[in-house]
């Protein structure tokens, strides 16, 4: 009888440890959690904000609200932010350093351990795993997609990641937020910016030379400092003479003391003006010569003013092009350690990867990789609207990783994706942003599956038809297609069969739309067909209603057509082009 009350009591507790053990498992059920989130008192303010973050997600997934401790030896069920000495002895890993990006998030026991460089690391691991594991997506800065879930068992894990490329931003305009950028792992931008995200790096200025050295500020009295075309010293917006021992001491000068200034930046632009007008003197010429053309004279001028401001800034970089008539390497001089090559990808094809052997890029691709054994620190200018025509489709989606993973394996440390910087209403402005910011951290991702991801999140009921939509432009893509960043309404991928396929399956997106919420998003898609059906067919726009449609999405988002082009200019030109045409 004993024996038997004594079996059935061990039983019980083996039950009992069974329940609980399983109990433990569950990071939230029915409202409730018994795990606390545990961030050392002495951690990172990007940390501490992980911490907080992690608490509000969680409990906006579930209603559960896990305590923040800093008892970095509290028992029970602890989630770790950031590396610690608890941390530690229950890893074995080494602290990072506070600038490593990667991260680590793995459970031991019934703990979920998280952990990264203390600057931006940590932080990328509590966002992916918020992502990654729970399903939120920080799709634009005003949208983020949080799941409603009553019970979440926390399984085995043991994930780390890192970024493929150290500095990575895009300037959309509709992603100026540096909240949202975090989310998304945007660490860079044109300005620095302090917050409690672990800050933005920044790359100053493109074009500065003129900046540096204004016309109107020396030209009167030393015509000399500036190019030589056809005999003359031009006083327009040209180049610098770069062998002008005046112009290089100025640029010395003028760059430290800017540098002194504006303490924030990490690389600092003395680079070309955007023009073909290099100085055609002779000494300018000697150098180019010596140095195997145009970017050996500008190595040559940067390298010296590197040299200059190395010991006042050991940790910062002078960056300059190579771009245009400066794009490929010279031969007999080398960047010194403190100079950042900015390779520019303006001439390339669009249509397809740069390593798929498209004859238009094989120029690019024998610079690309000639840049990258002779330059210390490569960073790339890449490209990824339509800068004649914002608004039309451009579909360019399928290169976006595959060119990111190039520039890449080429020792690229940055790459910025320049985008339609000055108003909304862009082609696919907010699917872009966040997809190019998923691919700039890692490349091999699919990007049919992201884009897949945004859309069912953005659209609603209506995402599958955005999604038929968004194959469709996909589809304008051939083998014998070549586009750059400069082509119009009447390039050979746009036909009136494809503009009325688009309208179709857009007027079912917003049939199938149910809030006016998703409606006015899937508005700023049909924004695509509606313009290329405009500029194609002008007066017959002006007398259907096609032009009010547009024009009343466009005046809604502040839209701009084309860079450098105001909207209210391209209204009256285009009004005036149509009116001419129905007479």
Known sequence: ?????????????LLLFVVNAAAANW?????KSNYRIVVDASASASEQTAAHELQQYIREISGAELPISSDLKASGRNIYVGYNAQVGRLTGAQKPEANDESFTYCTIGNNLIIWGGSQRGTMYGVFTFLEKELGIHWLTPDFTVVPKLKEWKLPKLNHSEQPFISYRYTNYFVARDTRWSAHTKENTKWDPVQNEYGNMEAYWGAHTMG??????????????????????????????CLSNPEVLELCKTRLAKFMRENPG???YSLSQNDNFLFCQCGKCAAIEQQYGGHSGLIVWFVNQVADAVKDEFPDKFVGTFAYQYSRQPPTGIKPRENVVIRLCSIECCFAHPLYAGCPQNEAFMHDLKGWAELAPHLFIWDYIVDYAQY???WPNFQVLGPNIRVFGENKAIGVFEEAQYQSAGAEFDQLKAWTANQLLWNPDQDVDSLVSIFVGGFYGKAA???????????????PDVHYGIYIRENHEIYTDEFIQKAFSILRDALDMAETEEIRQRVDRVRMQP?????MRHKAESLRDGTWADLLRLMKKYKAMHREGHPQD?????FEAAASARQQ
Do not use: N, W
């Open 211 to 240: 900046e540096f050295v204004p016309t109107k500020e020396f030209y009167d009295t030393h015509p000399e400092y500036f190019c030589l075309r056809d005999g003359k010293r031009y006083s327009g917006y040209g180049q610098l």
């Open 265 to 267: 930046f990490r690389i």
């Open 464 to 478: 599958p038809r955005i999604m038929d939509y968004y194959r469709l432009c996909q589809s304008l893509v051939k």
């Open 1 to 13: 009888m004993k024996t038997d009350i004594l079996k059935a009591g061990l039983t019980g507790i």
């Open 569 to 573: 200019r391209f209204i009256r030109d």
């Open 391 to 393: 608004m039309a489709p």
């Open 530 to 534: 509606l313009y290329l059906q405009c």
């Open 27 to 31: 990071l939230f059920r029915s409202g």
